[in-house]
């Protein structure tokens, strides 16, 4: 099992999500859940057609990090 990085936004209308290591990723729905889920399916179907398109499927980003600023 392979774990990629996402990050999960919110918007106007609920959440979107996009995964920084596979550019055009996305997806968006009304609910936390929801957005989790599909992300999660658009996942797989991206490297799915990567790996039918010949692609090579790059690795996760191994690490990522908070940095807490003070606000001014």
């Known amino acids: 099992m392979t774990k990629y990085t996402v990050f ?3 918007t106007a209308t609920g959440y ?3 995964v920084p290591d596979l550019p055009g990723c996305v997806a968006a729905a009304t ?7 599909l992300i ?8 799915e057609g990567m790996r039918i398109n ?3 499927v790059p690795e996760p980003t ?5 940095v807490e600023v003070t606000a001014f």
């Open 8 to 10: 999960i936004e919110p």
């Open 16 to 18: 979107s999500a996009f």
């Open 31 to 37: 609910t936390l859940e929801e957005t989790r889920q």
């Open 40 to 47: 999660k399916e658009a996942i797989e179907f991206h490297i």
């Open 54 to 56: 010949g692609e090579m």
């Open 62 to 66: 191994p690490h990522v990090e908070q």
